[in-house]
């Protein structure tokens, strides 16, 4: 009887409730109508009075894009130009100079430049400021005219006017269009360590991983004490090769999950979903990143650094920890919009913050290292928050000198050391291989090299 009384009750109590909630509902619809009746003046407004002549289609992407530069630096509108060369940049292959770029307060900052590029071979760094093309200022353009100016016919040249921080002076590069076809991985042996360099994550990133490590294989005869993934200035990519290169390296457990608005919106992924065990076999890895190791390069690193099958090494990567998909609207338009956040197997976010590296090694071996800044997530004007709530922002060095990061670039040099992180990864990783006899007087893998404050 109490329960049939409880629920009448609750029945009443909600009939009541119900011309209140209509009400809120009948007021929220009005001030939608009202404002885009505002739009719409503004709109007519714009059309009979402004200096010039405005067609319907450059006013209402205009409004597209505001929309959606409100929310995020992620989320963005694709008309046909753009549909069509994102496709064309997923497949691998595009024409233009090899530069990952991202807008910052109406300026074009350089993310990556990918390898064996021409913006790569002319010295382009992460960090840098692209402010004329061919003499041109493009401060204030959208991203993707800014893009559209820098593709074009290969053998043909281009002139960027670059401010770097740390400089005085804008400084002139010029460069020559070729077809961008990125190596998205290649690999070598040195000292008998298979080095996997992966720069970007397009349909053949998988395939070109189990590849590397076979090849790698025949050449040691199967003696490759271990192996290095170099993911430095790796800006992303798919989803589904982050995946499956990390189920390459992995036999089993979570590598990521991704979680959407509501909190029963999560979907997990684990290992052995596209590759059945370890190719690696079981040898040690290290995993090199930097500030310029995003999205999808952070979850390889972060999957395999949370169950403990890779040591990561280098310094803390950009912390764009958000998961876009795309939408299309019609056959030749449609949206990136960010949809969720990802999170590690160990249940944290890198956004914002990043994957903290276990061993936090500086690249000694650049003579500009020291002067250029590090752009991460965090600078981004409207980056997403990290829900967790954990101030990833004030992972730094050590302040206190370490005797292991004393050498200057000319000391390197003379050395034969040109890429000082390389170096130090791949004799981690020699000690960590070397079978039980030599390892007993070998010198053992340093400590973390960084504190939290």
Do not use: C
């Not at 003046?41 to 405005?54: G, L, N, T």
């Not at 997530?377 to 206190?400: G, I, W, Y």
């Not at 992180?421 to 791949?426: E, G, H, K, R």
């Amino acid at each position: 009887m109490r329960k049939i009384l409880l629920r009448g009750a609750g029945l009443v109590g909600a009939m009541a409730l119900l011309p209140a909630v209509t009400a809120g509902l009948a007021q929220t619809e009005t001030d939608t109508y009202r404002q885009l009746d505002q739009f719409m003046a503004v709109m007519e407004r714009i059309k009979a009075d402004y200096v010039d002549k405005v067609d319907d289609k450059t006013l209402i992407k205009g409004a597209i894009d505001g929309m959606l530069a409100s929310l995020d630096p992620h989320s963005s509108y694709l008309d046909e130009r753009d549909f069509k060369n994102m496709q064309t940049t997923t497949e691998g292959n595009y024409g233009g100079l090899g530069l990952t770029v991202q807008m910052d307060e109406g300026a074009v900052k350089v993310v990556a430049a990918s390898e064996d590029t021409p913006a790569f071979r002319a010295g382009i760094k992460p960090g840098d400021y692209l402010t004329n093309i061919d003499g041109k200022l493009i401060y204030g353009d959208s991203l993707e005219d800014s893009v559209e100016k820098m593709r074009g016919t290969p053998g043909t040249q281009i002139r960027l006017t670059i401010v770097r921080p740390g400089r005085d002076k804008p400084f002139d590069v010029t460069l020559t269009r070729e077809v961008i076809e990125i190596k998205l991985v290649k690999w070598e042996v040195k000292n008998n360590v298979g080095v996997i360099n992966i720069n970007g994550f397009s349909k053949p990133t998988g395939p070109g991983v189990q590849k590397a490590i076979s090849d790698i294989e025949a050449k040691t005869a199967g003696h490759v004490l271990g192996y290095v993934i170099d993911l430095r200035n790796n800006p992303g990519g798919l989803l589904d090769q982050a995946i499956e290169v990390s189920d390459i390296f992995l036999d089993h457990g979570e590598i990521v999950s991704q979680r959407g608005r509501e909190k029963t919106d999560i979907q997990r992924y684990f290992a052995e979903r596209m590759v059945r065990g370890d190719l690696a076999k079981g040898r040690p890895i290290v995993v090199l990143v930097d500030a310029g190791s995003a999205s999808a390069a952070e979850i390889v690193a972060a999957a395999l650094q949370d169950q403990r099958r890779a040591i990561v090494l280098g310094e803390r990567s950009f912390g764009k920890g958000s998961v876009q998909t795309v939408l299309p609207l019609s056959d030749e338009t449609a949206l990136r919009l960010t949809t969720a956040r990802y999170y590690t197997p160990s249940g944290r976010s890198v956004q914002e913050g990043g994957v903290e590296p276990d061993i936090l090694v500086p690249q000694l071996s650049d003579s500009d290292y020291k002067a250029r800044p590090r752009l991460r997530e965090a600078d981004l004007r409207r980056h997403l928050l990290n829900q967790a709530k954990v101030d990833n922002s004030v992972l730094e060095t050590d302040t206190n000198p370490d005797p292991r990061f004393a050498a200057t670039p000319d000391s390197l040099k003379k050395a034969g050391v040109t890429d000082f992180q390389m170096d130090y990864a791949v004799k981690t990783v020699a000690r960590l291989g070397m079978p039980a006899a030599q390892t007993a007087t070998a010198a053992p893998v340093p400590a973390r090299a960084g504190k939290r404050r």
